[in-house]
């Protein structure tokens, strides 16, 4: 089983500033990484397919890096849209997600 | 437009059993493979059994193997769970959703499309 370790936990930011989240597999998953963005009362919206690929209609701002066992979530200028808790999700063995980064604000 | 419909959820005593369905319109179910991924309340997402867009490879979590099984009625647009011998552990919100965005070929993939979910909960 692959695990995926999401941090921080939490991330105290305010709008205009840059997130910048970390996704780590318990071993390598070359680039098979996804990571969704979930608000209260919603169910998760694809954001990033692939460590890089930005999916159908997510904006710019977002961006995402790494390879193997390392990956990470960019948001330059938050949006106060942005706000909410990012996962991360593998698909290189079975499929399995990160517990999840809060991003709120400051 | 893309859209499922979850139903089926509700309150269930400890060894009890339930059937979730999930009604699609909006794409050509057939050709998509489709997938179940819950949610305990407060905790994050688990993906619990995939299936083919023919419906004959069914995939599941060690964690629900034996005691969930996933179909789907392609006549209808309709993908299925049934959940037997549940525990307090399996109460969740349980999302159906489209394996994506490799046009639904690949079973154990990403989720680009996702229902708005269904609680089950387990209590006595």
């Known amino acids: 089983e692959i695990v995926l370790t999401q941090s921080p936990a939490t991330l105290s930011l305010s709008p205009g500033e840059r997130a910048t989240l970390s996704c780590r597999a318990s071993q390598s998953i070359t680039k098979y990484l996804a990571w969704y963005q979930q608000k209260p009362g919603q169910a998760p919206r694809l954001l990033i397919y692939?460590?890089?690929n930005r999916a159908t209609g997510i904006p710019t701002r977002f961006s995402g890096s790494g390879s193997g066992t390392d990956f990470t979530l960019t948001i330059n200028s938050l949006e106060p849209e942005d706000f909410a808790v990012y996962y991360c999700q593998q698909r290189s063995n079975w499929l399995s997600f990160g517990g999840g980064t809060k991003v709120e604000i400051k | 437009e893309v859209q499922l419909v979850e139903s089926g959820g509700g309150l269930v005593q400890p060894g009890g059993s339930l059937r979730l369905s999930c009604a699609t319109s909006g794409f050509t179910f057939s050709s998509y493979a489709m997938s179940w991924v819950r949610q305990a309340p407060g905790k994050g997402l688990e993906w619990v059994s995939g299936i083919s867009g023919s419906g004959d490879r069914p995939f599941y979590a060690d964690s629900v193997r034996g005691r969930f099984t996933i179909s789907r009625d392609n006549s209808k647009n309709t993908l299925h769970l049934q959940v037997k011998s549940l525990r307090a552990e399996d109460t969740a919100i349980y999302y159906c959703?489209?394996?994506?965005?490799?046009?639904?070929?690949?079973?154990?993939?990403?989720?680009?499309?996702w229902g708005q979910g269904v609680l089950v909960t387990v209590s006595s």
């Open positions: 692939d460590t890089s």
């Open positions: 959703a489209i394996s994506g965005p490799f046009g639904g070929v690949i079973v154990l993939s990403y989720f680009d499309y």
